[in-house]
Antibody, heavy 117, light 107 residues
Framework: QVQLQESGPGLVRPSETLSLTCSVS????????WSWIRQPPGKGLEWIGY???????NYNPSLKSRVTISVDTSKNQFSLKLTSLSAADTAVYYC???????????WGQGTLVTVSS | EIVMTQSPATLSVSPGERATLSCRAS??????LAWYQQKPGQAPRLLIY???TRATGIPARFSGSGSGTEFTLTISSLQSEDFAVYSC?????????FGHGTKVEIK
């Protein structure tokens, strides 16, 4: 059974860069799509973007100028970088994996990131 | 981007009863629709993809239907563990988008 675990800071200052890593265990990263999805407190889910195991990516146009998602299959990890943070980026950030780019059966538990000075 | 609208926002149902949840897309998403269940403090759990295909391990009491812009998730006989928030998600047009969810609560 594939398991995912997010890691990274819980508090980031405005204008700084958020870096999160998702560690994948229990299976190979090959032939899977790996996504970052976030959920602001009390709000719905928002897709940030995804990376294929080959390294090709697709980003939400609303975040594209600030987002980089990368994969390191040798370490069984993929990562999110989000620059120029503001309070609007405060959310629970989930990593997820799936055999399709569209739907995802494996999810991390989520990590709350608060943007505040 | 495609806007997903779910109704009702809250559904009060007694255990053992049937629950019907609706999801509408602002434009056609063909059959490229998934449903997720989310409980407080937990990650979403994939229930249904491709409108009507149950994910691995999902009980048969969960079923999905629809196409184009109108979709339905039906829970045939609610169990105690089914009280949660259910969200639909389209993956026909990038960026993929979610509805804001329907909360199924105990009546």
């Amino acid at each position: 059974q594939v398991q995912l675990q997010e890691s990274g800071p819980g508090l980031v200052r405005p204008s700084e860069t958020l870096s999160l890593t998702c560690s994948v265990s229990g299976g190979s990263m090959s032939s899977y799509f790996w996504s970052w999805i976030r959920q602001p407190p009390g709000k719905g889910l928002e897709w940030i973007g995804y990376v294929y195991h080959s390294g090709s990516t697709n980003y939400n146009p609303s975040l594209k100028s600030r987002v980089t998602i990368s994969v390191d299959t040798s370490k069984n990890q993929f990562s999110l970088k989000l620059t120029s943070l503001s309070a609007a980026d405060t959310a629970v950030y989930y990593c997820a994996g799936g055999r399709s780019s569209g739907w995802y059966d494996y999810w991390g538990q989520g990590t709350l990131v608060t943007v505040s000075s | 981007e495609i806007v997903m609208t779910q109704s009702p926002a809250t559904l009060s149902v007694s255990p053992g009863e049937r629950a019907t949840l609706s999801c509408r897309a602002s434009q056609s998403v063909r059959s490229n629709l998934a449903w997720y269940q989310q409980k407080p403090g937990q990650a979403p759990r994939l229930l249904i993809y491709e409108t009507s295909t149950r994910a691995t391990g999902i009980p048969a009491r969960f079923s999905g239907s629809g196409s184009g812009t109108e979709f339905t998730l039906t829970i045939s006989s609610l169990q105690s563990e089914d009280f949660a928030v259910y969200s639909c998600q389209q993956y026909n047009n990038w960026p993929w988008t979610f509805g804001h969810g329907t909360k199924v609560e105990i009546k």
